[in-house]
T-cell receptor, first 115, second 113 residues
């Protein structure tokens, strides 16, 4: 069975500071990993994903994440936070098995950016 | 390109009234379809998913049901709403194979009063 743990339900940073949102997963087979962002009263938008290949993945809005198999982690980072980054972020895991694969989501991390 | 439409955006319904939320996908065929609910502070809860017309899997027993009358149409229903049905409902689709993740609709904010 697969699962996702997001450490910290709420992260607060200052504008211009490093953003680090943590995600650890468990999967019995090689995973597909995703980060989504949700702004208030909107649907979830895909930020980036890891399927195969390069373990450092770059996404939209300056975010990136690194797949570390040995640590079973897929932490999301951004060098310099912007006010517009304030949102909720969800990590998710799946795997390439069957034709009806399902994503397992973490509980989300609310990012607050202080001026 | 593929698009997903979900409506209405907001809905206020009295307790005991029926519910019908609709989701349609364009630009693809035979998508996997999903209904999620977000209640305040409770993350994303998968309610139903479907891999084909008339094929519905329920993840959580509750006051809701889902139907897929056409390939790219997914409907969430209730005969009698409860206060606890309030929340933010999200529809999503994915291709039949892994690696692309989900594409979400814009959501419906349901308030049961």
């Amino acid at each position: 069975a697969q699962s996702v743990t997001q450490l910290g339900s709420h992260v607060s940073v200052s504008e211009g500071a490093l953003v680090l949102l943590r995600c650890n997963y468990s999967s019995s087979v090689p995973p597909y990993l995703f980060w989504y962002v949700q702004y208030p009263n909107q649907g979830l938008q895909l930020l980036l994903k890891y399927t195969t290949g390069a373990t450092l993945v770059k996404g939209i809005n300056g975010f990136e994440a690194e797949f570390k198999k040995s640590e079973t982690s897929f932490h999301l980072t951004k060098p310099s936070a912007h006010m517009s980054d304030a949102a909720e972020y969800f990590c998710a895991v799946s795997y390439s098995g069957g034709s009806n694969y399902k994503l397992t989501f973490g509980k989300g991390t609310l990012l607050t950016v202080n001026p | 390109s593929q698009t997903i439409h979900q409506w209405p955006a907001t809905l206020v319904q009295p307790v005991g009234s029926p519910l019908s939320l609709e989701c349609t996908v364009e630009g693809t065929s035979n998508p996997n379809l999903y209904w999620y609910r977000q209640a305040a502070g409770r993350g994303l809860q998968l309610l139903f998913y479907s891999v084909g017309i008339g094929q519905i899997s329920s993840e959580v027993p509750q006051n809701l049901s889902a139907s897929r009358p056409q390939d790219r149409q997914f409907i969430l229903s209730s005969k009698k709403l409860l206060l606890s049905d309030s929340g933010f409902y999200l529809c999503a689709w994915s291709p039949g194979t892994g690696g692309r993740g989900y594409t979400f609709g814009s959501g419906t904010r349901l308030t049961v009063v």
